[in-house]
Nanobody
Framework: QVQLVESGGGLVQPGGSLRLSCAAS????????MAWYRQAPGKQRDLVAS???????NYADSVKGRFTISRDNDKNTVYLQMNSLKPEDTAVYYC???????????WGQGTQVTVSS
């Protein structure tokens, strides 16, 4: 019902910035809660940031003050602005969409973010 396509990943130096985008299609975007997850090699997939259909945001402690999640419902897109990047931020970043009180979740294919000097 919802298709998600991430973009914006790449290689950046420590302290640099990157903006990820997640374009959604196939349903009414504005009613979905959106989130960014990340998974490093050999590690579990962890929640990075989320934004509800009403615009309320939440962040993992590791990215607070550095990352900002936002959404543009007119463009059916959610963003993750990443500043002051650290090597530990290196991971594949995945976009997630889920409606409140629903069990079904939708995932994008992921985009690689590598922070290295």
């Amino acid at each position: 019902q919802v298709q998600l396509v991430e973009s914006g990943g790449g290689l950046v130096q420590p302290g640099g910035s990157l903006r990820l985008s997640c374009a959604a299609s196939g349903s009414i975007f504005s009613i979905y809660n959106m989130a960014w997850y990340r998974q490093a090699p050999g590690k579990q997939r962890d929640l990075v940031a989320s934004i509800t259909s009403g615009g309320s945001t939440n962040y993992a402690d590791s990215v607070k003050g550095r990352f900002t999640i936002s959404r543009d419902n007119d463009k059916n897109t959610v963003y993750l602005q990443m500043n002051s990047l650290k090597p530990e931020d290196t991971a594949v970043y995945y976009c997630n969409a889920k409606r409140s009180f629903r069990t079904v979740a939708y995932w994008g294919q992921g985009t690689q973010v590598t922070v290295s000097s």
